[in-house]
C-alpha cells in the first residue's frame, strides 16, 4: 500500500528554523516526483515546489523560491520541507504529494498520493 | 489572488448536474492540456479527480467530468450525492518557470 506519513504538528516562534518530513513507503520512491503544497488557515492550496528523489532535482514556485528548501534523503524515502527563519505567515497546513505516473505516463499538476498533512503555528 | 479563478460556491441537489468553472490565461489553462480537478473534504488531504483536462484515475465515479474551452476549464458533477459536498480545486501547468498554479477553490453544497 502506498502511503505518505508526514511528521507532526509544530509550534514555532518567529525567527526559528524547521524541517518538516514526508517519509514514503509502499512503491519505489526514488523514481516518483514529490510535491509541497501549503494551505493556509481557511485558505485555498497553494502549490510551493517539487523534487525528483533519485537525483534532488528540484523546482520551486517563484512565490516560494528563497522562502523555502525542499530535500531528500534517498536512504530513508524520505523527502524535507524546511523553513531557515519562520514568520507568523507561515501558519499553515503543508502538505506532501506524490506526482500521479501509470506505466506509461508521468502527469504535470496531477498528485495521486497525500500525506495527512502537517499542521505548522508560528506564534510569539 | 489565486491564479485560476473559480466560483467561491455552488450548490445542487441530490440528483442533479452542477459545473464548477475555472478560468486562467493562455500561459496556463489555455496554453496545456494539463489541468487536473482535487476534491476536499475538511480536515481532509485533497483527493485527484480528474487529470489530464478529462482523465479519471481508477476508482473515481464517472460522474465526475472535466472539460476545456479555452482559457476556461470546467469540473462536472451528475448524479450529485451528499458525499460530494467538499471543496473542489482545479490546478494547472503552467509552464517552466512558473510550474503548477491553483484555483481559488469552490464550495460545493448538496441541498
Known amino acids: 500500500e502506498v502511503q505518505l506519513v508526514q511528521s507532526g504538528a509544530e509550534v514555532k516562534k518567529p525567527g526559528e528554523s524547521l524541517r518538516i518530513s514526508c517519509k514514503g513507503s509502499?512503491?519505489?520512491?526514488?523514481?516518483?516526483?514529490i510535491g509541497w503544497v501549503r494551505q493556509m488557515p481557511g485558505k485555498g492550496l497553494e502549490w510551493m515546489g517539487i523534487?525528483?528523489?533519485?537525483?534532488?532535482?528540484?523546482r520551486y514556485s517563484p512565490s516560494f523560491q528563497g522562502q523555502v528548501t525542499v530535500s531528500a534523503d534517498k536512504s530513508s524515502s524520505t523527502a524535507y520541507l524546511q523553513w531557515g527563519s519562520l514568520k507568523a505567515s507561515d501558519t499553515a497546513m503543508y502538505y506532501c504529494?506524490?506526482?500521479?505516473?501509470?506505466?506509461?505516463?508521468?502527469?504535470?499538476?496531477?498528485?495521486?498520493?497525500w500525506g495527512q498533512g502537517t499542521l505548522v503555528t508560528v506564534s510569539s | 489572488q489565486s491564479a485560476l479563478t473559480q466560483p467561491r460556491s455552488v450548490s445542487g441537489s441530490p440528483g442533479q448536474s452542477v459545473t464548477i468553472s475555472c478560468t486562467g490565461t493562455?500561459?496556463?489553462?489555455?496554453?496545456?492540456?494539463?489541468v487536473s480537478w482535487y476534491q476536499q473534504h475538511p480536515g481532509k488531504a485533497p483527493k485527484l479527480m480528474i487529470y489530464?483536462?478529462?482523465k479519471r484515475p481508477s476508482g473515481v465515479p464517472d460522474r465526475f467530468s472535466g472539460s476545456k474551452s479555452g482559457n476556461t476549464a470546467s469540473l462536472t458533477i451528475s448524479g450529485l450525492q451528499a458525499e460530494d459536498e467538499a471543496d473542489y480545486y482545479c490546478?494547472?501547468?503552467?509552464?517552466?518557470?512558473?510550474?503548477?498554479?491553483f484555483g481559488g477553490g469552490t464550495k460545493l453544497t448538496v441541498l
Open positions: 490546478c494547472s501547468y503552467a509552464g517552466r518557470y512558473t510550474f503548477v498554479v
Open positions: 493562455s500561459s496556463d489553462v489555455g496554453g496545456y492540456d494539463y
Open positions: 504529494a506524490r506526482r500521479y505516473c501509470t506505466s506509461t505516463s508521468c502527469y504535470l499538476g496531477s498528485y495521486d498520493y
Open positions: 489530464d483536462v478529462s
Open positions: 509502499g512503491y519505489s520512491f526514488t523514481t516518483y516526483w
Open positions: 523534487i525528483y528523489p533519485a537525483d534532488s532535482d528540484t
